[in-house]
């Protein structure tokens, strides 16, 4: 049975709201409309078959099939459509139970923030559809454009994304802080214990890269052995500098690995700014100060400051 919308829809007939629910039915999409505090308004039978998820009031109960991974990204998100009214794309797994066994399926989300006539956030309303189907439908082999698959981090462009939006939602207030991080002895674990060895050592360092950070902060793996921390609402660069220091103690251990232990240590540069960045200069700013960080060897964190770098940050790729 089709859920009813929990408020009346106000100065809006009964046959134009049945006209919408009977088209939202109609789309091979999942549609979904959540007021700002989260509760759900509307939502048609397709959404319930791509999340599989059954019919529920919140948005937690819509969003119970995702993955435990995920959950940060999906919350980051709505935080930023429901109470900035910041408008993103993302690419959520979720687990659907299975005769056999269980099945991950990616499922992209669009979520669009609606907003009063006086420019305050009602609500957002979300299309989801199954990345899989979309793909096929199109002749592509599925993505994986959310997600390293070795680390289960961010990959390069969903971590892009992600900081653009922490950028865009800040509007004046607490800004993001970029962290790099390099490692310094991924090279000779590749060499001393293969490829393997060198893909179980970048796995821990992941793991313990999102055990350092808050649940809402981003951890993405942007190439090889580097990875970005994108921390939302910092109000300092003294409380960057303490979460780049917690990183950088927390790799600073030796790892056991399956057949030995390794020494780590990151070279790890961080960007801050109280003024509005953009992406670009923030990813510039860390990226000199990580270099920084190499060439002095110590493995402790390096800020970057306009008087430690004069002249314009070089431009990051």
Known sequence: MQRQPQF??????????????????????????????????????????????????????????????????????FAAVLLDGVDSDIELRVVLPGPGASEVRSCALSLRALTSDHGDVTGAVVCVSDVMETATGRGEPRRHATFDTLTRCNDRASTIAALEAMVAAANGGAMPAVISVNLDHFHEVNDHHGRDGGDEFLGVVARRLHGAVREDDLVGRIGGDEFLVACSRIETAAEAMRKAITIAESLRHEIQLKHTRVTSQASIGVAWSSAHSDVATLLSQAESARDESKRRGAGRPVLFTASLFPGPPRTAP
């Open 8 to 77: 009346e829809p106000g100065p809006v007939d009964r046959a134009t709201v049945d006209r919408f629910e009977r088209l939202a039915d109609a789309l091979p999409v999942g549609v979904l409309h959540v007021d700002a505090g989260r509760r759900i308004v509307y939502s048609n039978h397709r959404l319930d078959e791509v999340l599989g998820s059954s019919r529920s009031s919140t948005l937690d109960d819509v969003l119970a099939t995702v993955i435990d991974a995920d959950h940060a990204l999906a919350d980051r998100a």
